[in-house]
């Protein structure tokens, strides 16, 4: 009996001691807080300019000038406007039309004349009386449909980026870039001189247009002044009888992998050390192929589908 009860007591004596040590760890206040409180006052949210540190642009700012390096702005609203667009008056701004259009207006619709480093994206441009988008060196432009301008669409300067942007219907030419720059996977069409135009080059240094549609252009699909590579491109339905589908007029191009059917002429070469190799080339209503005698040095090799002699896989297939 007497073993039994000191049995009983060790066992009691535990159970005790665990409610115990559950009890402690469970009351209010004895652990301590797990956050330390929040003092009076103290906010307990992130600040708006935390939370979208960009600027909004509404109607009611027009005309705008930007003058402050770095800055960030985004459409609120879609803007209308009979009076002037947007001035950028410095470098590094980025304007974000947030699927907003800008629609005008006497002048340019956004102009950063010279200076560098505009980014502009996704939204819509329309109907202002000058060129739509103008810019300086190292520009980024993308997700824009630019149209109806009175000038061109698009002109950047040395070293930017033109990408995923329609540029249609307007009265001078789409898109022109300078040296340096590159225009990718763009629609360019229904424009009266240009659909893109590769402007200038600089120290032995062109353009790369690739991936682009260009269509229905009144004078020529893409011209190239020099230096410059244009691959894999879609063009057709441009020119009026002295224009092409590709004219390339300067030297030392590279000019490869190009659908280029149904213009008044399809590749018009007057420059020389160019290479135009494996575009197909067709259904030109005046030529397919016109080469200046005076062109020379110029690496291109021409084979006709319907003939029987074998192709050189780098040779330029013309159709019917």
């Not at 225009?183 to 790369?208: I, M, P």
């Amino acid at each position: 009996m007497t073993d039994i009860d000191s049995r009983t007591c060790r066992w009691m004596a535990c159970l005790v001691l665990a409610v115990g040590l559950t009890a402690t760890a469970t009351a209010p206040g004895l652990a301590g807080e797990l956050e330390p409180p929040v003092p009076p006052g103290t906010p307990t949210m992130k600040p708006l300019n935390e939370l979208e540190p960009r600027r909004p642009i509404m109607a009611a700012m027009l005309p705008l000038t930007i003058t402050e390096a770095g800055s960030s702005w985004y459409f609120a609203e879609d803007i209308t406007t009979d009076g002037a667009g947007i001035t950028v008056q410095t470098e590094r701004v980025t304007i974000d039309l947030m699927g907003f259009s800008l629609v005008g207006g006497s002048g340019v619709g956004i102009n950063a004349g010279t200076s560098s480093g505009l980014t502009v994206r996704n939204g819509t441009l329309q109907g202002w009386a000058a060129t739509c988008l103008l810019s300086g060196n190292s520009a980024r432009v993308e997700d824009l449909r630019v149209l109806s301008c009175g000038g061109s669409g698009i002109s950047t300067g040395y070293d930017s980026l033109v990408l995923d942007t329609v540029s249609s219907w307007n009265s001078v030419h789409g898109i022109i870039v300078k040296a340096g720059s590159v225009v990718r996977g763009c629609r360019a069409d229904y424009n009266d001189e240009n659909g893109v135009w590769a402007e200038e080059q600089a120290s032995f240094v062109g353009a790369l247009v690739t991936g682009c549609m260009v269509g229905w252009n009144t004078k020529n699909g893409i011209r190239v002044d020099g230096h410059s590579t244009v691959i894999d491109n879609q063009v057709h339905h441009n020119g009026n009888p002295d224009k092409a589908g590709i004219w390339i007029v300067g030297n030392r191009n590279r000019i490869e992998g190009n659908t280029v059917l149904n213009n008044n002429t399809g590749i018009d070469l007057d420059g020389s050390n160019n290479m135009i190799a494996r575009n197909l080339v067709g259904a030109s209503l005046v030529s397919n192929f016109d080469i200046d005698y005076m062109a020379l040095l110029n690496m291109i090799t021409i084979s006709q589908i319907w003939s029987t002699t074998p192709h050189d896989p780098w040779a330029n297939i013309e159709i019917p």
